[in-house]
């Protein structure tokens, strides 16, 4: 386990124009949801591609 506080947010815009926050890894990709968590063949997805217009940048 990491110590407190080494987790760099990262402000990401919402489809309807809110604001969250996320941890810095997940700032050029996000994790799917249960209907899209596996591909037309049966793999596991793991990572969708973010839009990078969505990333407004570290937390201040």
Do not use: E, H
């Not at 760099?8 to 309807?16: E, G, V």
């Not at 969505?54 to 937390?59: D, I, N, P, Q, Y």
């Amino acid at each position: 386990m990491g110590k407190t506080g080494t987790t760099t947010w990262i402000k990401i815009k919402n489809r309807k124009g809110k604001t969250r926050l996320v941890p810095g890894k997940y700032q050029q990709y996000k994790k799917p949801g249960p209907n899209q968590k596996y591909t037309s063949d049966g793999k596991r997805r793991r990572r969708i591609a973010r839009s990078p217009k969505s990333v407004l940048g570290v937390k201040q």
